[in-house]
């Protein structure tokens, strides 16, 4: 690996909430952090000038002799990587058609990679991660939405326009309820946080520990009440959590019998619950996956947490430094 002792990356997060940036080592280890508000509606430019002075900031707390490979942003998307063109960006709104590739990489004096936060999220598993080394991994995020990043023979998979990987849009239940988008029956639509929230909404009954926990209201159930409900020996709650395991595995069964990855890796906000049924959960992956497929598939919450975007974003300046 040339990555050596002293090498370091600086790494930038730009999502619709927050911008963060960090220097981080070859082991992944994290230093000079900071963060701001991201204010999408002041403009690109001033984003990346306010980013710029946060990764100056990291750098400064580098030791001395560290080198430096680049900067690596992670964003929000669609994106594309090649020129970091956002595409109609839902999250940073008026955003579309630019880039702010050029301008931070003139204000930092080196080489600015800029890749969709969830493909370097994938990134981030096969370097810092549970799968080390792994050429085929898939990572998905199971949130307010659901997303993915795909690692294939070691590259990442970003498609024609840099689109790829909106595995929430998967048809998993047509027929079932729909996203915000409005596809029929798709993963994000029957198995993000918001839809787990729903179908407990419209399963609801008024009695039991779920009508405990929203205090009589069903406009204020969560999907984290859903699964505490479940543990607390509520019937319907627990058809809701056993309904979303099988939504949640027939998308990563499709997903496993497509791209035949070494790994899966889980994250997001819905993973806390689905850890209770993580034997259950890889149980219904085997069965909906294609015979030898499912069950050769380590399937992982990811331990990164809330860093794993900087990892991924660090690790993308890493791998792009060695190949120019
Ligand atoms: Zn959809």
């Not at 002293?6 to 999502?15: E, S, V």
């Not at 009440?225 to 069964?253: C, E, H, K, R």
């Not at 990892?311 to 993308?316: D, P």
Request: net charge negative; hydrophobic share 40%.
């Amino acid at each position: 690996m040339a990555t050596s002792k002293n090498q370091y990356a600086l790494a930038g997060d730009i999502g619709g909430t927050n911008i963060r940036a960090a220097l981080v080592d070859s082991e992944g280890r994290i230093t000079g952090r900071g963060s701001i508000d991201t204010l999408p509606e002041r403009g690109i430019d001033d984003a990346s000038e306010r980013l710029a002075r946060l990764l100056k900031a990291a750098r400064a707390t580098a030791p001395s002799g560290a080198v430096i490979a680049g900067v690596g942003v992670s964003t929000a998307g669609p994106i594309r990587p090649a020129t970091g063109t956002y595409n109609h960006p839902p999250n940073l709104p008026g955003w579309n058609g630019k880039t702010m590739k050029p301008s931070l990489s003139e204000s930092m004096g080196v080489p600015v990679w800029v890749g969709h936060d969830a493909t370097l999220a994938a990134l981030a598993e096969t370097r810092f991660g549970d799968h080390v080394g792994a050429e085929n991994l898939i990572y998905v995020t199971i949130s307010t939405g659901v997303g993915g990043g795909i690692i294939a023979n070691s590259e990442m998979v970003t498609g024609a326009s840099g689109g790829a990987g909106e595995v929430g849009h998967l048809p998993i239940r047509t027929g079932a309820y729909g996203c915000n988008v409005g596809c029929d029956g798709c993963f994000e639509g029957n198995a993000s946080g918001p839809a787990i929230a729903r179908i407990a909404r419209d399963m609801f009954t008024g009695k039991g520990p779920l009508a405990e926990l929203c205090g009589g209201d069903p406009a204020n159930i969560t999907s984290r009440m859903v699964f505490d409900a479940a543990d607390s020996g509520d019937p319907v709650a627990q058809q809701v959590v056993d309904l979303t395991i099988d939504n949640v595995s027939i998308g990563l069964a499709a997903l496993i019998n497509v791209f035949n990855p070494e790994a899966l890796v889980i994250g997001g906000g819905v993973v806390q619950g689905l850890q209770r049924h993580w034997e259950k959960l890889q149980k219904t992956v085997v069965e909906k996956a294609l015979p030898g497929y499912g069950d050769t598939t380590p399937l992982t919450a990811t331990r990164l947490g809330d860093d794993v975007s900087l990892l991924g974003a660090a690790q993308l300046a890493f791998r792009e430094a060695r190949r120019i």
